[in-house]
Structures are given as C-alpha cells and as structure tokens.
C-alpha cells in the first residue's frame, strides 16, 4: 500500500528504497491566520491587492521568515535584508501565485532563495568562515547560573546548527523555525519527502553528536 | 537477503510523519536492531537540540523599515499602473496620487488593533496568568531568572520556544518607570508558558507568553489586523493577544485598560499613540 509519501511498502523486512516521483501528502488547509497555517481567503484579498490583507500576512509570518533567513545568513542585518527583500518579492509576485503548492512552501521556497542568493552576493566563503566564527568567538561567558536557565544551550544549539552544511541546514530550520511539514519543505526546497525525511534524520543526528561532544559550542 | 537500516525514516518516525504501513515495518525493525535504536536515540536528542531554535522575533526597527519599504513599493505600483496618454495625462495624474494616498492610508506601519471584551470564563492562559500573579504576589513562587536585562529575558524566552520583543532602550520619560524583574517558568501539562515579571509605574505587571497551538480560546488576527481580548477579573486587568504562533496575557491593575503595560515591548511612537487610543469595547 503506498501513501504516496514514501514508496509502496515491500512484503519483505527489508526496507525499499525510495523511488523517483512520489507525490506530496497533506492535510486540507486549516482556516487559521498565525503563519503555520495561512488561510486561503487572506491570500486570495492579497492577491487582490488588498493593502490590509497583505499587511496581516506580514505580521503573521515576518517572525517565521526572519528567523529562517536569520539561521541560513548568520548575521541579523542581513536576516533583516533578506526578510524585506522577501516580502518585497512576496508584494510583487502574490497575483501569481496558482494556489497548485502549498502557499508557506511558495513562500519559504522565496525566502530561501533569497536567503541563498545574499549569501553567494555578500559573502566569500572565508567571509562565512569567519561570520560563523565571530557568532562563536562572541558568546559572552556564561554563568553557571544562566547555565542551568539554558541561556547557553540555546546558543550551543544555534552555533551547532551554524555549522551544518546547507544541505541539512535548511530542512532543519524550516522545520523547526519555519515550523513546516515535511510536504510543505519539500515543496519550499523542491525535493521529494523522502529525501526531506532523510535529511532531517541525518541533521538531527549530526547537532546531537555536536553537541555531546561539546556542550557549550566552543570549538570553531 | 539483506535487511538494510531504517536510519533515513527515524525523524519521520519519531515525527508521526510515516504512513503506518511503514511506521509498523520501522518498529519492528527497531525492536531487533541496537545500533538503529542508537542512532533514533541520536535523532531524539537531536530533535530536543532543534525544538530551541523557534522563537525569534523580528526586531521592531527591522519590522519599520520593512513596512515602510512596502507602502512605498505599494504607492509605486499604482503609480506604474497609470496609463502614458499626454491626452489625459493630468486625470491619471490626479488619480495617481488619489491612489498613493490610499495606498499610504491603507498600508500603515503598525496593525490595526481591535479590543474586544472576554466573554465566559477565562481561558486558559487567562487562568494561568491570574494564578501565576496570585503566587508571585503572596511570594509563593519568585522569578527563576533574576535580571534587569531584557536581552537575557528574551535568550530565556528563546531556550523555552517561546519569544517577546521586550524593549531594551526607553526614552528618558519611560526609563524609570518600567523594571524588568525576571522571568520564570510556569509551564503546566500541556502548555509551555513562561511569566516575565515588571514593574510599570510602580504596579506589578506580569506578562505570561505560551505556543498559541497550546492555548484554546486566543483571540486570532483578522483580517482588519489585530485582536485583543480584554478582561476584568476582581480588580486585575487582562489582555490576551497573539503573534507569530505565540498567545499572550498581560496581567495588571493599571489604569484603563492595563494597556500601558504594553509599552514593555513597544517603544516607538506610532505604536505608543496606538496604545494610548485604545478603548474599550464597546
């Protein structure tokens, strides 16, 4: 029986490798404005050019793109140029948008490349190098005390996950920041869910041992 | 025949994202196989690490600039939209700046706000935050995180998941009169929810934030922008809000409506009017 998620399940124990050309699955969409799910109806007065629709758009998903942007850029200036730079695109590209994705993985797939393309515009990679060493050189010392209120595992993980290649990187974030499903990710990224799935295995597993080799992200 | 590993299915797996067929193979798989159990341990850990990286907010300058750039890319392409006739150039002229100033109007920098009154009893995160404040005013329960920084109460807010854009400079007729205390969990099964405790004008304030999917009954965006529920409880005043799939309640006995409190996170002053106009429901 296959869900079209992943591929027809074999008779066998043996697990099957995942074929080319699964299709995504996912739930209807849920009338609700809080950036995870965004409801039909607002996109449809955006793409009508309500001013007002687009601007509860923004507000509702500015944080989600931000923190996304903020995660793959490393430097909050140019997560804060990528987020305007997204819903400049965003403004000028919603009346064509056809509804045939999901509209967070239209969005984030946005997001995204714009996220990549200042990247490649802004920085060498001895630049990124030394960005995502100045975001670990510049944790302030931390106190036991903070230690325990988990101040310092918030910037552990987040310089963790600075270290990821791009490639586990993204699916992570948009699915922990961006809070997408795997359909939605493999929508914004254009992969097939199985791939997503695959990905985020590997991720997860790689900021655990990360981090239980160094706790506190110390080492470059 | 060879049994290969399930270790490309385990985020799926621990995730409830696989169809069951394929959920039920990878479990039995599981069952007998160490080093996959490992490595879905590892996934585990791994997933706690991530679920800390939600919570970050757009800072307030950054949301500004933004606004501002999209009225004025707004106000630009109904200008664009005019036809180039010199014939009637000066009615498309006239409608152009009708246009723009509509556009100007219509696309403000800060959100339309709505006040409307709580109906029924208080929501859960009303009723936590009520409890909440009870305990910290009879002394019961004390701020975990002690500091008068606002930086580190929103690097405390981000480890929960949770996140507010607490204001750290305040211009010279605000700066005494708010003082961050700290912040403190007060999580209950089923809701992860944290308390940061102020003081404003000299009144306790308590500002209670929690993952909106938690909290049943908070009050969502519309599409005339923001809805906030109000709510007086023997003397407190409440506000509930959310943003950005977070629900929040202010908790005070401030005057009018407690909407001063507000001004923990908004500073500038737009936003400052808007709070000073808000009325109460009718």
């Known amino acids: 029986m296959s869900s079209g998620f992943?591929?027809?399940?074999?008779?066998?124990?043996?697990?099957?490798?995942?074929?080319?050309?699964?299709?995504?699955?996912?739930?209807?969409?849920?009338?609700?404005?809080?950036?995870?799910?965004?409801?039909?109806?607002?996109?449809?007065?955006?793409?009508?050019?309500?001013?007002?629709?687009?601007?509860?758009?923004?507000?509702?998903?500015?944080?989600?793109?931000?923190?996304?942007?903020?995660?793959?850029?490393?430097?909050?200036?140019?997560?804060?140029?990528?987020?305007?730079e997204v819903f400049?695109?965003?403004?000028?590209?919603?009346?064509?948008?056809?509804?045939?994705?999901?509209?967070?993985?239209?969005?984030?797939?946005?997001?995204?490349?714009?996220?990549l393309d200042t990247v490649r515009r802004r920085r060498s990679p001895e630049e990124l190098e030394e960005a995502a060493a100045h975001l670990l050189a510049s944790r302030p010392v931390v106190t036991p005390e903070e230690r325990l209120a988990g101040v310092d595992r918030a910037r552990a993980v987040r310089a963790a996950v600075a270290r990821l290649p791009a490639k586990l990187r993204l699916p992570l974030v948009l699915r922990f920041v961006a809070e997408l499903s795997y359909g939605e990710i493999a929508g914004a990224l254009g992969l097939r869910p199985g791939t997503v799935a695959s990905r985020l295995s590997r991720a997860q597993r790689r900021l655990a041992r990360d981090l239980a080799a160094d706790p506190e992200g110390g080492r470059p | 025949m060879i049994r290969r590993h399930v270790d490309r299915y385990?985020?799926?797996?621990?995730?409830?994202?696989?169809?069951?067929?394929?959920?039920?193979?990878?479990?039995?798989?599981?069952?007998?196989?160490?080093?996959?159990?490992?490595?879905?341990?590892?996934?585990?850990?791994?997933?706690?690490?991530?679920?800390?990286?939600?919570?970050?907010?757009?800072?307030?300058?950054?949301?500004?600039?933004?606004?501002?750039?999209?009225?004025?890319?707004?106000?630009?392409?109904?200008?664009?939209?005019?036809?180039?006739?010199?014939?009637?150039?000066?009615?498309?002229?006239?409608?152009?700046?009708?246009?723009?100033?509509?556009?100007?109007?219509?696309?403000?920098?800060?959100?339309?706000v709505t006040v409307v009154a709580a109906g029924g009893p208080p929501i859960p995160l009303e009723a936590l935050a009520l409890e909440a404040k009870a305990r910290f005013e009879t002394g019961a329960q004390r701020p975990?995180?002690?500091?008068?920084?606002?930086?580190?109460?929103?690097?405390?807010?981000?480890?929960?998941?949770?996140?507010?854009?607490?204001?750290?400079?305040?211009?010279?007729?605000?700066?005494?009169?708010?003082?961050?205390v700290g912040a403190s969990d007060v999580s209950r099964p089923g809701m992860t929810a944290a308390a940061v405790s102020y003081r404003v004008d000299g009144h306790p304030v308590l500002l209670v934030a929690a993952r909106q999917d938690e909290v049943a009954g908070a009050p969502r965006w519309g599409l005339l922008g923001k809805r906030v529920l109000y709510r007086e409880h023997r003397g407190a005043k409440l506000l509930?809000?959310?943003?950005?799939?977070?629900?929040?309640?202010?908790?005070?006995?401030?005057?009018?409506?407690?909407?001063?409190?507000?001004?923990?996170?908004?500073?500038?002053?737009?936003?400052?009017?808007?709070?000073?106009?808000?009325?109460p429901p009718a």
């Open chain 1, 88 to 115: 400049l695109k965003l403004l000028r590209r919603i009346g064509q948008f056809d509804g045939r994705s999901a509209f967070r993985s239209w969005l984030y797939r946005i997001a995204v490349n714009a996220a």
């Open chain 1, 6 to 84: 992943f591929p027809a399940v074999p008779t066998t124990d043996e697990v099957a490798p995942s074929p080319a050309g699964m299709e995504e699955t996912g739930a209807p969409p849920r009338p609700t404005i809080d950036g995870r799910e965004i409801d039909a109806e607002l996109v449809a007065a955006c793409r009508r050019g309500d001013p007002k629709a687009f601007e509860a758009l923004f507000h509702a998903t500015k944080d989600y793109v931000y923190g996304v942007a903020l995660h793959m850029v490393r430097d909050e200036s140019l997560a804060a140029d990528v987020t305007q």
């Open chain 2, 240 to 279: 509930t809000w959310t943003n950005s799939g977070k629900a929040y309640t202010l908790v005070s006995d401030l005057p009018g409506l407690g909407q001063r409190a507000c001004l923990l996170c908004h500073t500038d002053e737009r936003r400052r009017r808007l709070v000073a106009e808000l009325r």
């Open chain 2, 144 to 180: 975990e995180e002690v500091t008068g920084s606002p930086a580190e109460v929103r690097d405390w807010l981000e480890a929960r998941g949770l996140s507010a854009a607490l204001a750290d400079r305040r211009t010279g007729r605000d700066r005494d009169a708010f003082e961050l």
């Open chain 2, 10 to 112: 385990l985020a799926a797996y621990r995730d409830g994202a696989l169809p069951e067929d394929l959920r039920r193979l990878v479990e039995r798989h599981l069952a007998r196989c160490r080093r996959c159990r490992e490595r879905a341990t590892e996934v585990e850990a791994g997933r706690r690490h991530a679920s800390a990286l939600g919570g970050v907010a757009l800072p307030e300058e950054a949301e500004e600039r933004i606004l501002a750039a999209l009225r004025r890319a707004a106000g630009e392409s109904e200008e664009a939209a005019a036809p180039a006739s010199p014939r009637h150039a000066w009615r498309w002229a006239a409608a152009a700046t009708v246009a723009l100033g509509l556009a100007f109007l219509a696309v403000r920098a800060v959100p339309d």
